[in-house]
């Protein structure tokens, strides 16, 4: 199996600060991720596919970057909106979540 | 308007059954590959059951021979039977829509609201 691995596990920010989260796959998965925002009570919404294609209606300042085994996704200015807890996924083989990043008000 | 409703959730004792289902508009269910994932509470996302737009289906490990995903396409939707549950199939069951771009699968682009399976005596 492959397995996702993202850091930190938890990001204390503040609005406007440029927020990056990596994650990691245990074997090369090309460019088959996926990044994914969810909120408390939330289904998870669909930001980043194909490591850096951003999906329509989600905001220029979230970005995705790499290929092979690692990968990021960046915020350029973090807004209100933007706390949430942020999963990585591959799609290689089957489909791996990463265990989540928390992105909290500093 | 593309959307997933998922119904079915609730309380069920342990070794009980469960189905759950997910309603698809704006698409349609037979054309594309669907899945459930579900979310234990206070915990990450883990992908259970995927179904092909043909007739194929994968499963994780922990709910093979458990679990059945099925697909009734008079009805657009999608069915997850869960058979022999376990207090560790607690959570929150999502029901997603697998995209395809030039015929090669991608990220789970549509998700449902989710629904709350709680096993438990």
């Known amino acids: 199996d492959i397995q996702m691995t993202q850091s930190p596990s938890t990001l204390s920010a503040s609005v406007g600060d440029r927020v990056t989260i990596t994650c990691r796959a245990s074997?090369?998965?090309?460019?088959?991720l996926a990044w994914y925002q969810q909120k408390p009570g939330k289904a998870p919404k669909l930001l980043i596919y194909?490591?850096?294609n951003l999906e329509s209606g989600v905001p220029s300042r979230f970005s995705g970057s790499g290929s092979g085994t690692e990968f990021t996704l960046t915020i350029s200015s973090l807004q209100p909106d933007d706390f949430a807890t942020y999963y990585c996924?591959?799609?290689?083989?089957?489909?791996?979540f990463g265990q989540g990043t928390k992105v909290e008000i500093k | 308007e593309v959307q997933l409703v998922e119904t079915g959730g609730g309380l069920i004792q342990p070794g009980g059954s469960l189905r759950l289902s997910c309603a698809a508009s704006?698409?349609?269910?037979?054309?594309?590959?669907m899945g459930w994932v579900r979310q234990a509470p206070g915990k990450g996302l883990e992908w259970v059951s995927v179904?092909?737009?043909?007739?194929?289906?994968y499963y994780r490990d922990s709910v093979k021979g458990r679990f059945t995903i099925s697909r009734d396409n008079s009805k657009n939707t999608v069915y997850l039977q869960m058979n022999s549950l376990r207090a560790e199939d607690t959570a929150v069951y999502y029901c997603?829509?697998?995209?395809?771009?030039?015929?090669?699968?991608?990220?789970?682009?549509?998700w449902g609201q989710g629904t709350m399976v709680t096993v438990s005596s």
């Open positions: 997603a829509r697998i995209s395809e771009v030039g015929g090669i699968l991608d990220a789970f682009d549509i």
């Open positions: 704006g698409f349609t269910v037979s054309n594309n590959y």
């Open positions: 179904i092909y737009s043909g007739a194929g289906s």
């Open positions: 074997q090369s998965i090309s460019s088959w």
């Open positions: 194909k490591a850096s």
């Open positions: 996924q591959q799609y290689n083989h089957y489909w791996t």
